[in-house]
């Protein structure tokens, strides 16, 4: 084993803050942790042309990359225009044919175009109207993660998402899902590594899993 430390570049989910990744904690001296944090899109800019534009931001040849949810979309498109060590994809897709049926009827409606977006950028609006303590909590839980609430970069976000067009999994990728995730259900199936009990937002609430399986992952030596 060389003593080179190998840059991962983090990229949260839609909207979100990198500081969901405060409880990732890696080997210093193996790793280096970098954040990656969301633009707002240019007018009319196409997904390729956005992950491009991501690919500047880093700062290393040959990274560890990962990316969660639509995090994980985004950097399975960066992968396609530049060389990894490593592609790391949690809580996400494989492909187009993952999107669960309600995405799947919203793309085919154009729904995306209608989208009250407008409702995330004023939460505290929002949450007057929320209707029970759950809800409530969940609008505090959003406002502590999320990092852009601009209504163009919202709309851009759910577009690009629902019109992800990779039709097969990378086979390069290691794809991490939960058998609890009630946003993607189906990304279990096929090559993947199933975190037992993990929901959409395990890589706050299942942590400790990531910080023991994640170093020997990004070395593959497993």
């Known amino acids: ?3 080179e430390i190998i840059p991962v570049y983090l990229m949260p989910g839609m909207a979100a803050k990198p500081t ?3 409880r990732i904690k890696l080997p210093e001296e193996r790793f280096k942790v970098y954040w990656l944090e969301w633009m707002l899109p240019e007018d009319n800019e196409t997904f390729e042309h956005y992950a491009k534009r991501m690919i500047e931001k880093i700062e290393h040849d040959n990274p560890v990359l990962l990316g969660v949810s639509f995090g994980g979309v985004l950097v399975q498109e960066m992968s396609k225009h530049m060389k990894l060590r490593k592609l790391i994809v949690v809580s996400s897709i494989k492909s187009r044919h ?4 309600r995405m799947k009827i919203a793309k085919f409606m154009k729904a995306y175009k209608f989208a009250p977006t407008q409702l995330l950028s004023n939460l505290d609006v929002l949450k007057k109207y929320a209707f029970n303590d759950t809800i409530s909590k969940r609008i505090d839980l959003y406002k502590t993660y999320l990092a852009v609430n601009d209504k163009r970069y919202l709309d851009w976000a759910l577009k690009e998402m629902l019109l992800w067009d990779q039709d097969e999994p990378n086979p390069d990728a290691i794809y991490i899902h939960g058998d609890q995730d009630a946003i993607f259900t189906h990304s279990c199936q096929g090559d993947c590594i199933v975190v037992k009990g993990g929901t959409h937002i395990m890589i706050v609430t299942k942590y ?10 990004m070395e593959g030596s497993n």
Do not use: R, V, Y
């Open 98 to 101: 993952e999107l669960p049926k």
């Open 20 to 22: 969901i990744f405060d």
């Open 1 to 3: 084993m060389d003593n």
């Open 208 to 217: 400790k899993w990531f910080n023991k399986h994640l170093p020997a992952l």
